[in-house]
């Protein structure tokens, strides 16, 4: 590992755990927000990878997806993981991916639009992949314009991007379902806009201050 990227890791780690401890004392709790942290930084230990938070400043804002908090939201989904094919929408650095695979996920696929965090995407899945084989993509490209794969029946969201946007994602997705009929389902995590999912006839299912999980039956 080059010292740039190392030192950009660092900075992103120490940048989140300062975050996470602000937020503790908004009222998570320091005990929670102290194994939140944990399982933040034991994912890049554990698989060899670079899923750590872009520092402030920086063009490409990114944050990867808490593995305790993805755990957690996915004990109340209303599905089973078992082989389905997830889409990652605003893909960041691939930590969703993995943890879909960690999971059960049989294909996970991201959709990023920053080429410099569509390539740490993808050298992460090829590392983390040499021990754990699964269907692992990126795609570099804006969510707005992709084609959702009949395959796919769970789409996952970590606030990444505005209302305008987040239209025009529900409106690929019923495409996607008007072509081939089937359930859906969409993982949401700190969801800001989820009223055009409202609108195009998803069922809330879960719903908690961080997450929302919602359903349209086939
Ligand atoms: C909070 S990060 C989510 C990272 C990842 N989903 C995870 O949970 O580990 C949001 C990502 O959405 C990306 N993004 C923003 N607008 C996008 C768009 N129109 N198309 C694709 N990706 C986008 C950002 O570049 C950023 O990497």
């Avoid at 009222?27 to 872009?54: K, N």
């Avoid at 960041?92 to 920053?114: D, N, P, Q, W, Y």
């Avoid at 314009?145 to 789409?155: D, K, Q, R, W, Y």
């Amino acid at each position: 590992m080059g010292r740039r990227t190392m030192i950009r890791r660092l900075a992103g780690q120490a940048w989140m755990i300062a975050r996470s401890f602000a937020a503790a004392r908004r009222g998570r709790g320091v005990a929670r927000t102290a194994r939140l942290a944990l399982y933040e930084v034991l994912f890049d230990l554990r698989h060899g990878t670079d899923t750590s938070m872009e520092p402030p400043g920086r063009a490409t804002a990114h944050e990867g997806t808490n593995p305790l908090l993805f755990a957690e939201i996915l004990r109340h989904a209303g599905f089973a993981a078992d082989g389905r094919a997830l889409v990652d929408f605003g893909a960041g650095k691939g930590r969703a991916l993995m943890l879909a695979a960690e999971h059960g996920f049989g294909t996970a696929i991201g959709v990023e639009s920053s080429p410099e965090l569509c390539a740490i995407a993808t050298a992460n899945i090829a590392r983390y992949g040499r021990r754990r084989p699964g269907a692992l993509s990126v795609t570099c490209a804006d969510a707005a314009s992709f084609e959702v794969p009949p395959e796919v029946t769970v789409a996952y969201l970590f606030n990444p991007f505005g209302a305008d946007t987040m239209r025009a994602v529900v409106d690929r997705i019923r495409e996607s379902l008007d072509r081939a009929p089937r359930e859906f389902h969409v993982v949401y995590l700190n969801p800001r806009h989820a009223g055009p999912f409202l609108g195009a006839g998803f069922i809330v299912e879960h719903r908690r201050p961080d997450a929302l999980l919602l359903r349209r039956p086939r």
